[in-house]
């Protein structure tokens, strides 16, 4: 089955201590990218990456890195959360070329720090 | 950023009413998606277009791309209680250089759908 997962999917954490959220893909995809949902924002996007190795920031990457070491994977690292971090996180990814290829999302990773 | 401008922001309907959520852009639009999210849940995916003037339906809800493909409806004809939740648009633009081929996103339309 296709499908893109998160973990941890709920997590409360403290101030400054660093955490790591994984996003694993089954479809060898190209395109990765993770978002966070605030209210009244939408989706904003973090990083993206398109391919390994290929990573660059997207609307809102304060405070977070990513690395892409393999295709399937794309991590999302807080080095030092704070508590303005906390929101809801979403990993997507899909293939690449062609504007009508599915993008799948993972369930989402509730995040909160204080 | 918000390069997709979505409206209304949230809206209020009778059981059985209609209602419409739009989604403006200022710039042509590849592949506009409509997604349905109930709070604080995964996205459901509703819709994909692509080509200017296409319509699309699932059950009693239809999107509508226009035909400059800058602007996207999305019709929930006699609305339930199960159509309550959040709706958002996404569209590819390459424009934007922080984007990366993925989605951009509005805002959101919150829908509640009184019984």
Same mark, same amino acid.
């Given at each position: 089955?296709?499908q893109?997962?998160?973990?941890?999917?709920y997590?409360?954490?403290?101030?400054?201590?660093?955490?790591?959220?994984?996003?694993?893909?089954n479809?060898?995809?190209?395109?990765?990218s993770?978002y966070r949902?605030?209210?009244?924002?939408?989706?904003?996007q973090?990083?993206y990456?398109?391919?390994v190795?290929?990573?660059?920031?997207?609307?809102?990457p304060e405070?977070?890195?990513?690395s892409?070491?393999?295709?399937?994977?794309?991590?999302?690292?807080?080095?030092?959360?704070?508590?303005?971090?906390?929101?809801?996180?979403?990993?997507?990814?899909?293939?690449?070329?062609?504007s009508?290829?599915?993008?799948?999302?993972?369930?989402?990773?509730?995040?909160?720090?204080v | 950023s918000?390069?997709?401008?979505?409206?209304?922001?949230?809206l209020?309907v009778q059981?059985?009413?209609?209602?419409?959520?739009?989604?403006?852009?200022?710039k042509?639009?590849?592949g506009l @998606?409509?997604?349905?999210?109930?709070y604080?849940?995964g996205?459901?995916?509703?819709? +994909? #277009?692509?080509? %200017? /003037?296409?319509?699309?339906?699932?059950?009693?809800?239809?999107?509508?791309?226009?035909?400059?493909?800058?602007q996207?409806?999305?019709?929930?004809?006699?609305s339930?209680?199960?159509?309550?939740?959040? @709706?958002?648009?996404?569209?590819?633009?390459?424009?934007?250089?922080n984007?990366g081929? +993925? #989605?951009?996103? %509005? /805002?959101?339309?919150?829908?509640?759908v009184?019984?």
């Open positions: 089955e296709a893109v997962t998160q973990n941890p999917r997590l409360i954490t403290v101030t400054g201590k660093k955490l790591t959220v994984t996003c694993s893909q479809m060898n995809h190209e395109y990765m993770w949902q605030d209210p009244g924002l939408g989706l904003r973090i990083y990456s398109m391919n190795e290929v990573t660059d920031k997207g609307d809102v405070g977070y890195k990513v892409r070491k393999e295709k399937r994977n794309f991590p999302l690292i807080l080095e030092s959360p704070s508590p303005n971090q906390t929101s809801l996180y979403f990993c997507a990814s899909r293939k690449h070329g062609g009508g290829n599915t993008i799948y999302f993972g369930e989402g990773s509730w995040l909160t720090v | 918000q390069e997709l401008e979505q409206s209304p922001q949230s209020i059981e059985g009413k209609n209602l419409t959520i739009n989604c403006t852009s200022s042509t639009l590849y @998606y409509w997604y349905k999210q109930k604080g849940e996205l459901i995916f509703l819709m +994909m #277009l692509q080509k %200017g /003037g296409e319509e699309k339906s699932h059950e009693k809800i239809t999107a509508k791309l226009d035909e400059k493909k800058q996207s409806s999305l019709h929930i004809t006699a339930q209680p199960s159509h309550a939740g959040i @709706y958002l648009c996404g569209a590819l633009m390459p424009w934007v250089n984007a081929n +993925m #989605l951009t996103f %509005g /805002g959101g339309t919150r829908l509640m009184k019984p």
